[in-house]
């Protein structure tokens, strides 16, 4: 994935293959709206927002390297 290395995208599938919830005795945190999250849940997400954050970035720096040439009509 962009912007993760091989064992992070590795970490990301492993945790994105598992239940959303804690099982029990399991460890939870507040996100950044507040809300509660199990410990595998708040590292999901901050995998996440690596991967997109680069890939937002990646897809920026395409459209510049395109510049004008790109039109729909």
């Known amino acids: 994935m962009i912007g993760l290395t091989h064992e992070e995208t590795f970490e990301f599938e492993r945790l994105d293959g598992q239940a959303a919830l804690p099982q029990e005795g399991g460890q939870a945190a507040h996100d ?3 809300l509660w999250v199990a410990g595998d849940e708040a590292r999901w997400r901050e995998l996440y927002a690596k991967h997109e954050g ?3 970035a990646w897809m920026a720096q395409s ?3 395109q510049g004008g040439s790109f039109s729909l009509y």
């Open 63 to 65: 459209r510049a390297d």
């Open 54 to 56: 680069a890939w937002k």
């Open 32 to 34: 950044d709206r507040g």
